[in-house]
């Protein structure tokens, strides 16, 4: 049986990605009517960002199986679930308000991707292999 932390992450990582496309589908066809084409645009970089690290939250989940990195593939993915809900929730807010303040989230967010990024590529390279 998968464990709390895989389920977790392929069930987090399913919604962030039908959300994305969800959300990709609105800015193409129906919020430009709402916003500035500036805001849009605003839109579709966080909607770009949630496809990546959604991909990225189902990775950490099937990683969580594998017991050498399980504890790397968590701590990666809740970084990279923070980078979604910080990074594209900031701008996503910042277009559909068109309030910049929104926008100063982003960058914590994009810290979050960067740490999920670079434990996952580093706790992987030193993570001792199994049976030696």
């Not at 916003?35 to 770009?48: D, H, K, N, Q, T």
């Not at 960002?49 to 993915?77: D, E, K, P």
């Not at 910042?94 to 434990?119: C, E, H, K, M, Y």
């Amino acid at each position: 049986m998968p464990s709390i932390w895989t389920r977790a992450f392929l069930l987090i990582g399913g919604l962030l990605m039908a959300t994305a496309v969800a959300a990709g589908a609105f800015a193409a066809h129906g919020l430009s009517r709402l916003v500035a084409p500036e805001l849009v645009a605003w839109f579709e970089i966080g909607v770009r960002y949630q496809l990546i690290h959604g991909m990225a939250v189902l990775v950490c989940g099937v990683l969580t199986s594998f017991t050498t990195i399980r504890r790397i593939a968590i701590f990666s993915g809740l970084l990279f679930v923070g980078g979604c809900l910080l990074f594209c929730g900031g701008l996503y807010l910042r277009a559909l308000t068109d309030n910049a303040s929104w926008g100063a989230l982003a960058p914590f967010g994009g810290a979050s991707f960067i740490a999920g990024w670079l434990v996952l590529g580093l706790g992987a390279w030193f993570a001792k292999p199994k049976g030696l």
